[in-house]
């Protein structure tokens, strides 16, 4: 055999052997390429050292040459295979593996809207004037949100263009979301006696465009007290109370006379903060009509009840121009609370 057709066989050799081992893709795909190709007994290397005898005597020596890098070479490969399958990550670190001894990233801790750290706030102070927190339905009936609100069927405050009536079964009692907390006033008196002392936050709508003051979907702060004797002089302290120690300071409260249809005196108050009267909301006396729809005695029993908006008084605590900012859910704005 002439030594050119040798040394053809091993380039032949060391081409299969690379191309296979690159594909080998685990363990026994590894021990399977060792036996096809340096295989002791019936190995593709064996059969062409048996070809080496073949050889001229003078050629013999070069081959042999040949033919041991070609087994070198082929068996670095082997090993190389063998590395990158077992310890080859450990043993050598690539750019994306992860440093254990690094300082991790910092968690951050998400916190309480300021919205509802108001309204946290606001049930904190009615608690301690002995004023429970109680919850209603944002999808009311008419009677809970204007009937027994003494708001009739004709009443302005009930046209459709100002409220969000819920699509019903042709028929069927017409449903809205609740345009306003009083509602609440209404779901408990209808259930307890008094004496009582509630107060409810939660969330009211209005078709209304939005805009620095206006949101279609705000919150509103329900107060009601029913007790034997009470005046308008315990409205005052009640609202002087939690204006004060909501703002901070000495707050002082102002009525405007006003009209709402389930009060009687109905008025409007402002808080005086940072040297400016600033209007909080509307309240009353409430009203006999309003007594005699729950089952009350109207000679027996008297109270008073006072409205105001969440997103107003918070925007005034802690400075907030637009109240849009406080539903946009950008968390830089959000972050400073
Ligand atoms: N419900 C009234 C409003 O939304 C506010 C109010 C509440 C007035 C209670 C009087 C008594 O405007």
């Avoid at 998400?110 to 606001?122: C, F, Y």
């Amino acid at each position: 055999m002439a030594i050119e057709s040798f040394v053809a066989e091993l380039e032949a050799f060391r081409e299969a052997a690379s191309e296979s081992l690159g594909r080998v893709a685990d363990g026994a795909g590894l021990e399977q390429a060792r036996i096809e190709f340096l295989g002791a007994r019936s190995g593709r290397l064996k059969a062409i050292q048996k070809l080496l005898s073949g050889l001229v005597a003078t050629d013999r020596p070069a081959g042999g040459r040949h033919f041991n890098e070609a087994k070198a070479a082929v068996t670095a490969l082997l090993a190389d295979v063998q590395e990158r399958l077992v310890g080859g990550g450990a043993a050598r670190p690539t750019a994306d593996a992860i440093d254990v001894t690094l300082p991790g990233d910092p968690v951050r801790l998400g916190h309480v809207h300021p919205i509802t750290q108001t309204i946290r706030r606001v049930q904190e102070i009615m608690a301690r004037l002995g004023f429970e927190s109680v919850d209603g339905p944002e999808v009311e009936d008419q009677w809970h949100n204007f009937e027994a609100l003494a708001i009739p069927a004709e009443h302005p405050a009930r046209d459709p263009l100002d409220n969000f009536y819920l699509a019903v079964a042709r028929g069927a009692d017409p449903l809205l979301l609740r345009s306003q907390t009083s509602t609440v006033q209404i779901r408990v008196m209808e259930n307890r006696r008094p004496p009582l002392r509630i107060v409810s936050l939660g969330r009211v709508y209005r078709p209304d465009t939005a805009d620095a003051t206006h949101y279609p979907m705000f919150h509103q702060v329900e107060g009601l007290l029913i007790e034997p004797g009470t005046t308008m002089a315990h409205l005052k302290s009640v609202l002087r109370q939690l204006a004060s120690s909501f703002l901070g300071g000495d707050v002082h409260v102002r009525y405007r006379p006003s009209f709402f249809p389930f009060t009687e005196p109905s008025v409007e108050f402002d808080m005086q903060w940072g040297g400016r009267w600033i209007e909080m909301g509307g309240a009353g006396m409430v009203d006999p009509a309003v007594l005699a729809a729950v089952g009350y005695d109207p000679d027996e029993v008297s109270g008073f009840a006072f409205g105001l908006g969440v997103e107003r008084i918070a925007a005034r605590r802690y400075g907030v121009a637009d109240i849009r900012d406080f539903y946009r859910n950008d968390v830089r704005f959000l972050r400073q609370f």
